[in-house]
């Protein structure tokens, strides 16, 4: 595609329940990156792909976040046990090789509210 | 650690007012600089980058920033905003060696008529 994809846009689920978001990056784009908006607090880093493999979660701030890529395209970003602390905008964005210094292209996000 | 540190939240302007959006960050190591900036119901996207060389970079819409070694700072600037500037502007740094891009708060800038 034209742009880096996410889906849902909208997500709304019970505190409790398992939720899966879904990045399409731009094709061609080794480095895919996750990154967290909440009001207030900007862009919380996640996780890191190169490839299919990820050199960085560091970001992840529990064990029941979870993120795999395959085939060096698709994304899945899995919530388990959602909380209601894990509403926010959930943002997804590759860059060409994962440089430093390279430009982010961002999907326009994925608003989870768990209720 | 690093982190990015915009001091301001919310900047509100005038329309043709000169505006500048604070940007200081804390690493050791060299850095590359960036700002960002989310237009309303859009997604991020690339305003600026400072990556080495001249300390003064310009994006294609006006905007500038200075890359100040000495006080840490990557502040943004226009000397004559429009309404279509309104926006959330973003400043992240990358520590050299990492690939991880660490984002300051943001900073909402609104301009009014």
């Known amino acids: 595609g034209a742009g880096v994809s996410q889906s849902p846009s909208n997500k709304v689920t019970e505190k409790g329940k398992d939720v899966e978001l879904r990045c399409d990056p731009i094709?061609?784009?080794?480095?895919l990156y996750w990154y967290r908006q909440s009001l207030g607090q900007g862009l919380e880093f996640l996780i890191y792909f190169q490839g299919n493999s990820a050199p960085d979660k560091s970001g992840l701030p529990s064990d029941r976040f979870s993120a795999e890529r395959t085939g060096g395209s698709v994304s899945t970003l899995t919530i388990q046990r959602t909380q209601q602390e894990d509403s926010a905008v959930y943002l997804c964005?590759?860059?060409?090789?994962?440089?430093?210094?390279?430009?982010?292209?961002f999907g326009s996000g994925t608003q989870l509210s768990v209720l | 650690a690093q982190s990015v540190t915009q001091l301001d939240s919310q900047v509100p302007v005038f329309e043709e007012a000169p505006v500048e959006l604070r940007c200081n960050y804390s690493s050791s190591v060299s850095v590359y600089l960036f700002w960002y900036v989310q237009y309303p119901n859009q997604g991020l996207q690339l305003l600026l980058k400072y990556l080495s060389g001249s300390t003064l970079v310009e994006s294609i819409n006006g905007f500038e920033a200075e890359f100040n070694k000495s006080q840490t700072s990557f502040h943004l600037r226009k000397p004559s905003v429009h309404i279509s500037d309104t926006a959330e502007y973003f400043c992240a740094v990358n520590k050299g060696g990492s690939e991880k891009l660490v984002f300051g708060k943001g900073t909402k800038l609104t301009v009014n008529p």
């Open positions: 964005a590759s860059s060409l090789e994962g440089g430093i210094g390279e430009k982010l292209f």
């Open positions: 094709s061609g784009h080794t480095a």
